[in-house]
């Protein structure tokens, strides 16, 4: 019991200290030959990450719904049609069972073969 707790534990701090030690070489200085980079702005990151991405969002929408934009078609569906029961019978409900099939001979927890 107590070497399967030792194991489990042992593993899971190896686990989560596995991305620490590798990420380490991450956190050097800055060579001696380079230049020292600026501080980047919260403006400049906010346009980076958010203002990008939303550009090429509302392009790629407005790159897709222009065409049919121009050709004058709905958008929207169209709330008028009736409702449809697909694969079921054309007409009425009456139409469900037809008058000359007889039930109660076959079929449900009393049938048989």
Known sequence: MTSTLTRRITLLLLASALPVLVAAPAGAEVPEGWSTPEDVSLLQILVVVAGIPLVLFALITLAVLLPA??????????????????????????????????????????GSW
Not at 84 to 92: A, I, L, V
Request: net charge negative.
């Open 69 to 110: 934009l121009t050709r004058g078609e709905k958008l929207l569906p169209s709330t008028e049609s009736k409702d449809q029961w697909f694969g079921g019978p054309g007409g009425s409900a009456g139409e469900l069972e037809p008058a000359g099939r007889q039930t109660g001979t076959t079929g449900g927890a009393s």
